[in-house]
Nanobody, 120 residues
Framework: QVQLVESGGGLVQAGGSLRLSCAASGNIFSRNVMKWYRQVPEEKQRELVATITSGGGTNYAESVLGRFTISRGNAKNTVYLQMNNLRPEDTAAYYC?????????????WGQGTQVTVSS
């Protein structure tokens, strides 16, 4: 059973920083991609914020480029999102996502979410 547990959300003033963590436990396949999404209540879709592959390749939404950094811990099953120069429009629930593959079969898991609120 794979579980994702996020932490690190909270309330911060505009211009401040937060670091989110996501710890994945269980049988994690070596071929995987970990992502951070965010969602605001009035939107149905979650926005993809940042992606990191098992090889360390990263990708970012244009809205966070240069401000957010995604990274993996030494154990590789932990992913971080360092968020700097936060803006009120970054306010959202942030969700960790794991996609992993065993041969052709894909498995997908989500964390429970952590709230980030940026005050102006």
């Amino acid at each position: 059973q794979v579980q994702l547990v996020e932490s690190g959300g909270g309330l911060v003033q505009a211009g401040g920083s937060l670091r989110l963590s996501c710890a994945a436990s269980g049988n994690i396949f070596s071929r995987n991609v970990m992502k951070w999404y965010r969602q605001v209540p009035e939107e149905k879709q979650r926005e993809l914020v940042a992606t990191i592959t098992s090889g360390g390749g990263t990708n970012y939404a244009e809205s966070v480029l240069g401000r957010f950094t995604i990274s993996r811990g030494n154990a590789k099953n932990t992913v971080y999102l360092q968020m700097n120069n936060l803006r009120p429009e970054d306010t959202a629930a942030y969700y960790c996502n794991l996609d992993m593959w065993n041969g052709p079969t894909k498995y997908e898991y989500w964390g429970q979410g952590t709230q980030v609120t940026v005050s102006s």
